[in-house]
């Protein structure tokens, strides 16, 4: 084949963990580089992973961190209770929350 093309040694797999000295190397994301100093017993943190505010619909979760993703479920059909799930990819934390 000619140049110019994509080699699959070139690629790199998606969903596989970074390393420490990877993570070390890395700048920038957080308000305070890298370590946002939130540890896996304090997380989320409302301030600096997400915000929380009420509204007409109930309790409502904003990310503040680009490294953090929050994930809704539909309420429960019995309690209607939603599930809100959130997840820190720089760290891999996960936590779920009833509302």
Do not use: H
């Not at 790199?12 to 000295?21: H, I, M, N, Q």
């Not at 939603?82 to 760290?91: E, P, S």
């Amino acid at each position: 084949m000619g140049g110019g093309g994509i080699q699959v040694a070139d690629c790199k797999a998606f969903g596989t963990p970074l390393s420490d000295e990877q993570l070390d190397d890395m700048g920038g994301g957080t308000d305070s580089g890298n370590d946002c100093g939130v540890p896996e017993s304090q997380f989320p943190c409302i301030e600096k992973c997400c915000s929380k505010s009420i509204s007409m619909s109930g309790t409502v979760y904003k990310k503040n961190c680009p490294y953090c993703s929050i994930w809704s479920s539909f309420p429960d059909s019995t309690s209607l209770e939603v599930t809100y799930i959130l997840d820190c990819i720089l760290y891999g934390y996960g936590k779920r929350m009833k509302v």
